[in-house]
């Protein structure tokens, strides 16, 4: 069975850092791009980042851009996500999810729908 | 990375049909066939149910269509059942920066 396990979450105050983990099993982890997606208290589902399957490319929003940086382990079969230089208005779940197809293309990884999903993991910044 | 524009609620009764709407521009919806759907219960993960616009991942009820014309891609939904009662986003490619984007997102309530 395919499972997202996301971990890392919790309290931090403005400017501080955090580090979200999202643990993969049951596919063939480094055949497919990963996406993180947050949803603020009470707004819709907002894509934040994504990145290939060999971990060579990655894109981001704008709203994070130059503070918040993907990456990925494959030989431990996790994504990571480090959140820098937070502010309140980062304040919210955080999902990991998993492309619908394997692709090795130039961002080939972007135009996936994204098929699981794991359960998120609260950030709350605050002081 | 503007949002895509959904409806904020639309609503119907168990057995109706209804469709959800999600607008876009040529450099998202309207110029790629990269248009998903995701149905959302709230505290839950989101679930999957539609790709490449009029895909049906294995295991989503053929109740739930998808199509797209211009700019503006329609998740429909027939025979609408209480359990359908949940949010749901579109999603699409965008070459703004090669790029990801969710719409605003819909709010289905089943009378």
């Known amino acids: 069975e395919v499972q997202l396990l996301e971990s890392g979450g919790g309290l931090v105050q403005p400017g501080g850092s955090l580090r979200l983990s999202c643990a993969a099993s049951g596919f063939t982890f480094s055949s497919y791009g990963m996406h993180w997606v947050r949803q603020a208290p009470g707004k819709g589902l907002e894509w934040v980042s994504g990145?290939?399957?060999?971990?060579?490319?990655?894109y981001y929003a704008d709203s994070v851009k130059g503070r918040f940086a993907i990456s990925r382990d494959n030989s431990k079969n996790t994504l990571y996500l480090q959140l820098n230089s937070l502010r309140a208005e980062d304040t919210a779940v955080f999902y990991c999810?998993?492309?619908?197809?394997?692709?090795?293309?130039?961002?080939?990884?972007?135009?996936?729908?994204?098929?699981?999903w794991g359960q998120g993991t609260t950030v709350t910044v605050s002081s | 990375q503007s949002a895509l524009t959904q409806p904020a609620s639309v609503s119907g009764s168990p057995g109706q049909s209804i469709t959800i709407s999600c607008t876009g521009t040529?450099?998202?919806?309207?110029?790629?066939?990269?248009v998903s759907w995701y149905q959302h219960h709230p505290g839950k993960a989101p679930k999957f149910i539609m790709y490449e616009v009029n895909n049906r991942p294995s295991g989503v009820p053929d109740r739930f269509s998808g199509s797209k014309s211009g700019n503006t891609a329609s998740l429909t939904i027939s025979g609408l059942q209480s359990e359908d009662e949940a949010d749901y986003y579109c999603s699409s490619y965008t070459d703004r920066g090669a790029s990801y984007v969710f719409g605003t997102g819909t709010k289905v309530t089943v009378l």
């Open positions: 990145i290939s399957g060999s971990g060579t490319s990655a």
């Open positions: 040529s450099s998202d919806v309207g110029g790629y066939n990269y």
């Open positions: 999810a998993k492309t619908l197809k394997p692709c090795s293309g130039s961002n080939c990884y972007m135009r996936s729908g994204l098929d699981v």
